[in-house]
Structure formats: C-alpha cells, structure tokens
C-alpha cells in the first residue's frame, strides 16, 4: 500500500508554544490529506481536510486559528498547533487519499503539552 | 443515528476461531467501505476495501457487504493473538472524500 510518515513521532512541549506536524506521502502524491485527532480510548476524531493549494476545510468546532494547515505540495502537508496548551494533547494522525476514496494513515505524532 | 455503528465490545474469541465483525452505516448512496487495523498506541492500517455486494477474500480476511441492508461485515478465520486489537469500519460520505468512521470494535484473541 501506499507510505505515508509523519514527523514528529513525540514531541513534549510547554504550554504555550506552537508545534509543527508534517506528514508526507513517500512514494505517491497526494491531493487530498486529512487530519485527525485521537484521544485515548476514543475513536478518530476528523479534524479538517487539506487540499493542495487551497485552504483546508475545518470540521465543525475545530478552531482554523489555532490548528493551522498548510498543504503546499503534493508530498506535504503541515498543521501547526499555535499556543498548545495541556488539553491538546493526543494523538495527531494524518492520512493521504489514494485512488479518490482510500486513506492511508501516517503513523501518528503524540503531543503531550506540560 | 450515527452515520456509521459498530459494536464497541470487546468482542473474544479462542485462538484458531473465526471472529465475525459488524458495522451499519446510514447513507444508502456510499459506494465504497473500509475496513482498518489499529494496535493501541498506533494508526490504522488498512486491511480490505469492498464495494461490491457479497463477498470478498483475502487471505484469512472476508469482508461482506450487503448493500440493501446497508450492513458490512468483516470475518477473521483462524484468529491468531496478533489479531487482537480494534477493528474501524470506515465509509466515505456519498459524493465526498471524508470518511466516516465507526467507534471501533475491541478484537481480544485469546491464545
């Protein structure tokens, strides 16, 4: 199947500071990405979609200021947690879409905010 | 109604049996369904795609879809210990490109 990473793996950080997550797609290029966000013992959680070379589009009670994507390649896509604080962290997830209606997921990045 | 349901279980079964896993979903358009993967602490992994009625084999893996019913299924023979982990039933939204996903139901393969 398709290959897809992110980058960090873990990343700690201070309340308050920004952190970026990439995801890629390693061996396709990927139109569409989507972010998700998983705590534990809860399901995936779809945080916005991300098309390349427009603005993504936001799932309801998601705020866009704050969870900024950026979709400026067909290999990558960015989302940029501004001003983290201790209940954002979780699990992030991206996923690409292949053949218009499979995703496949990266590997995930656990943010944990003290 | 959720757009997609399964059973959150734990659903357990001996080593060597066959697990039977279920997901309903609400929109009669979809055309495509998902099955995933996902080991605690990791990302789904996509196991099988069906879009056709019927069934679908691969490997120790069958997934079955029955479209009138609006019902998808998705069978583990000879479950081994490493099967254990939480099975996402994942349907794209009619005429868009998100999925939908289930709430997941925890497999437990006892050895």
């Known amino acids: 199947g398709a290959v897809v990473s992110q980058h960090p793996s873990r990343v700690i950080c201070k309340s308050g500071t920004s952190v970026k997550i990439e995801c890629r797609s390693l061996d396709f290029q990927a139109t569409t990405m989507f972010w998700y966000r998983q705590f534990p013992k809860q399901s995936l959680m779809l945080m916005a979609t991300s098309n390349e070379g427009s603005k993504a589009t936001y799932e309801q009670g998601v705020e866009k200021d704050k969870f900024l994507i950026n979709h400026a390649s067909l290999t990558l896509s960015t989302l940029t947690v501004t001003s983290a604080h201790p209940e954002d962290s979780s699990f992030y997830i991206c996923?690409?879409?292949?053949?218009?209606?499979?995703?496949?997921f990266g590997p995930g990045t656990r943010l944990t905010v003290l | 109604q959720k757009e997609v349901e399964q059973n959150s279980g734990p659903l357990s079964v001996p080593e060597g049996a066959i697990a039977s896993l279920n997901c309903t979903y609400s929109?009669?358009?979809?055309?495509?369904f998902f099955w995933y993967r996902q080991y605690s602490g990791k990302s789904p992994e996509l196991i099988m795609s069906i879009y056709s009625n019927g069934d679908k084999e691969d490997g120790r893996f069958t997934a079955q879809l029955n479209k009138a019913s609006q019902y998808v299924s998705l069978l583990i023979r000879d479950s081994q210990p490493s099967d254990s982990a939480t099975y996402l039933c994942a349907v794209p939204l009619y005429n868009f490109n998100k999925f939908y996903f289930g709430s997941g139901t925890k497999l437990n393969v006892k050895p």
């Open positions: 996923s690409a879409e292949v053949g218009g209606d499979t995703q496949y």
């Open positions: 929109d009669r358009g979809s055309q495509s």
